[in-house]
C-alpha cells in the first residue's frame, strides 16, 4: 500500500527534478529519499524516473502518476481541512424544527446570519407543533427544536432559552372589539375562545389560562385546533377569538383582527426554547445557538 508520505516524497521530486534539492525540501538526507523513490518504483511497478549523471527526469508513467499524485495529495488535504471545519461546527449539516410562529419573526434573521457565518452548513428544516418536535428529538429524526416553553418532560433533553413573545388577540372582524386597538383580558371573559390543543402545545395553553385566570375568570373554550393558521381560519369564520403570538400579526387575513393586550401585570408571553438531546456530539448544534443568541441580542439594541 502506497502512502501519503511515499506521495509527496514523489511530488516534491518531480517538481525539483534534483535529489539534493528535493532531500532539502523533505527535510530528509539523499540516499533515504533515493531509496523511497526506489521502493516506491517497485510498488507501482513501473519506472518513474530517468536517473542520469546529469540530470532526474520523470518517465511517462511518471508523468501519469504526477498528475494523479497531486490529485490525490491535494483531496487528503482538503479531506483533513473540511474534517477540521466540521469538528468546528464550520462545516456539516443540521438537522432544525420549528414552532410556525417562529418562522414569522425570529428566525429568519438568524437564518439569514448563520448562512453568512456558515455558508458551508446545509440546514434541513421541518415546521412542527412542540409535542411533535419533542418526539422526533426523542427518536433521533432532529437534533434541534424550538419549541414553546415551559418543556415539562425534559428528560434527556437540554434546554437554552432563547427569547419571550408576546401575545395579542385575534378576533373576527364582525367582532364588536373588532373596531379598538387593544383590549383588557377581563373583557373577555364571556367570549368564546379557540385554543390549542394541550397535548401539541402546553406552553400555549398555560399562557391562556394564566391571562385569563389572572383576570378572574376560565376561559371558555370551545374549539381547538392544531395549527395556528388554523385557529385564524376559525376566529375568521366566526366561531371564536384567540390569544395568539403576536408574530402572527404578519399573516394578513381579512376577516380579522388582532388586539394588542393592555393592564395586565405581566403581560402574557410564552417563552421561544431551544431543545437538543443532551448527549448530541453534532458540533453544528452549538455553532447555531450562538449565532441565534447573537442575534436575539442585536436585535434588542
Do not use: W
Amino acid at each position: 500500500m502506497i502512502e501519503f508520505r511515499q506521495l509527496r516524497q514523489f511530488v516534491v521530486l518531480a517538481e525539483e527534478l534534483n535529489f539534493g534539492r528535493a532531500a532539502i525540501r523533505l527535510h530528509m538526507s539523499q540516499p533515504p529519499l533515493s531509496v523511497a523513490m526506489r521502493n516506491l518504483e517497485t510498488q507501482v511497478g513501473a519506472i518513474l524516473f530517468d536517473r542520469s549523471r546529469h540530470h532526474v527526469r520523470l518517465t511517462p508513467a511518471g508523468q501519469v502518476f504526477h498528475k494523479d499524485a497531486q490529485r490525490l495529495l491535494q483531496q487528503a488535504q482538503a479531506a483533513t481541512e473540511r474534517a477540521r471545519r466540521a469538528a468546528q461546527g464550520l462545516e456539516g449539516s443540521l438537522r432544525l424544527s420549528f414552532v410556525p410562529s417562529a418562522a414569522l419573526d425570529v428566525l429568519p434573521a438568524i437564518f439569514k446570519r448563520f448562512q453568512h457565518d456558515y455558508p458551508t452548513v446545509q440546514l434541513r428544516l421541518t415546521a412542527e407543533t412542540t409535542a411533535r418536535q419533542l418526539e422526533d428529538l426523542r427518536k433521533g429524526e432532529v437534533e434541534l427544536a424550538l419549541v414553546v416553553g415551559p418543556v415539562y418532560e425534559a428528560r434527556d433533553l437540554t434546554l437554552v432559552d432563547l427569547q419571550a413573545q408576546k401575545f395579542v388577540i385575534a378576533v373576527p372582524r364582525s367582532h364588536p372589539l373588532a373596531s379598538r386597538r387593544s383590549v383588557k383580558i377581563k373583557a373577555l371573559a364571556a367570549e368564546s375562545f379557540i385554543s390549542f390543543p394541550a397535548s401539541e402545545g402546553a406552553g400555549f395553553v398555560a399562557a391562556l389560562l394564566g391571562a385569563c385566570q389572572s383576570a378572574g375568570f376560565l376561559p371558555k373554550v370551545v374549539q381547538e385546533a392544531a395549527q395556528m393558521q388554523s385557529i385564524l381560519t376559525l376566529v375568521a369564520g366566526g366561531l371564536g377569538i384567540a390569544l395568539v403570538p403576536a408574530s402572527m400579526r404578519m399573516l394578513t387575513m381579512a376577516d380579522v383582527v388582532f388586539l394588542e393586550i393592555v393592564d395586565t401585570r405581566p403581560p402574557p408571553t410564552y417563552q421561544l426554547v431551544f431543545a437538543h438531546g443532551s448527549h448530541n456530539d453534532n458540533p453544528v448544534v452549538q455553532s447555531f445557538l450562538s449565532v441565534a443568541r447573537k442575534t436575539v441580542e442585536v436585535a434588542k439594541r
